[in-house]
């Protein structure tokens, strides 16, 4: 940890703390299991988080208050976010410099930009959970007890999220350790992997239903390609946030090296109208592909938002994963 970053929190007494925008379970449990944290160190924290909270990590909030705006009149001492990349990721209306007080970036991507006041990025950890663990050990908060359990159990399903339940292979023994430690801090393996993967509201197993029967082959099965649009979505009743871990099911398949998900966005985002997640299965790394599309992340698995309709997005898509692959064959 940086010195600055110490005793910034030391020093301070409210902090705003937020992930990343549309959080997934990294950002949000880090969020959280900072802002629990901070507390037990008798600080005054307040949780942002503008967007809707995805049905699947709602066990997490545990009764707190999220701010889906903020106070007009709110001053902190310093700004905490988790998980943020880019600050084209930054959560919407984020306050300035005069409000918010100084930045403080957590992450762990390779691929990201740099900016914030403060940063601590390791890229080589898991997950930003991983990182703002370490960040609260350092600031005093050691061994088991000293941990509040509802943060530890809000930086384990972080960990447990970006590593897909420490099967992905940024899963170390230290990312295992680091599940041991937090498990006895309080974490509970079983409901955060249901809340995580296994209770899905039924909209979106009928949105499964009909992905099924839309995965597309290209570059002789290497390439697998999925896309949603608003119809699809309206008639399944399913909600954007439901979308989130479907790409996998293109990896699934052998023989696939990148699976890619396309889905049309309502509203139009700021930066586009087609949202894209892709997922490597081995050496191909989709945070280059993503790049290319203007967007990043990690090797394997990585987004970016495109500024077209859905069958340029695909078109562009097959062009940038085809050279990647160095193929030009297409099939079905
Ligand atoms: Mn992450």
Known sequence: MTGEIGALLRGGHRFLVAGHRSPDGDAFGSALGLARGLRALGKTVDVYCPDPIPSHLAFLVEGEEILRELPGAGRWDAAVVTDVAAPSLMPAAFPSEEIRGPLIVLDHHASHEDFGDHVIRDIAACST???????????????PSAVPPAAARALYAAVVS??????????T???????????????EPWPTARGLFEEWPRP????LREVLCRIDFAFDGRLAIIEIDRE??????????MIDGLVGYGRRVAGVEVAALLWEQDPPSETGRVRLSLRASGDCDVAKIAGALGGGGHRSAAGATLSCSLAAARARVEATVGESLGGTVRGA
């Open 232 to 241: 699809l979505l309206g008639r399944t009743g399913a909600t954007d946030d």
């Open 162 to 171: 970006d590593t897909g339940g420490f099967r992905f292979s940024s899963t």
């Open 204 to 207: 979106r197993l009928e949105l």
């Open 173 to 187: 023994a230290a990312t295992l350790r680091l599940g041991a430690e937090l498990v006895e801090a309080g974490a």
């Open 129 to 143: 959970g991983e990182v703002v663990w370490g960040l609260l050990r350092d600031l005093g908060l050691t061994g």
